[in-house]
């Protein structure tokens, strides 16, 4: 599975950023289970932003819901993150995942695998 942020940068407290990640195959049941975002702060533990799955239902962390939207659009096989009233807390690498129950090599992973993109920097800053 091939995974490409784009989209990040540096934005004012209260401004909005969208990313987005390219990705090699729809957002199907038979591809994903989820596929969504996470996010690194310097020193920090990697963390759940928000993931969607092919039904689209939705889930987001506390501190970004009602701020931020996941969404996919398997016409353009991407992957959105819309991100607004952003906060110096949302300071953070972006990283796009999706989780499918086949591997590497096709083999099985009943608790799901974990395929990520190389990570987009969102600094939140005056």
């Known amino acids: 599975v091939y995974l490409a942020e784009s989209g990040g940068g540096m934005v004012q407290p209260g401004g909005s950023l969208r990313l987005s990640c390219a990705i090699d195959?729809?957002?199907?049941?038979?591809?994903?289970?989820?596929v969504g975002w996470y996010r690194q702060a310097p020193g920090k533990e990697r963390e759940l932003v928000a993931v969607i799955t092919p039904s689209e239902t939705t889930h987001y962390a506390a501190s970004v819901r009602g701020r931020f939207t996941v969404s996919f659009d398997n016409g353009r096989h991407m992957i959105y993150l819309q991100m607004n009233t952003l906060k110096y807390d949302d300071t953070a690498v972006y990283y796009c995942?999706?989780?499918?129950?086949?591997?590497?090599?096709?083999?099985?992973?009943?608790?799901?695998?974990?395929?990520w993109g190389h990570g987009t920097q969102v600094t939140v800053s005056s």
């Open positions: 195959r729809p957002v199907t049941n038979n591809n994903f289970n989820k």
């Open positions: 995942n999706a989780n499918s129950g086949v591997g590497p090599g096709g083999f099985e992973y009943p608790h799901g695998y974990d395929y």
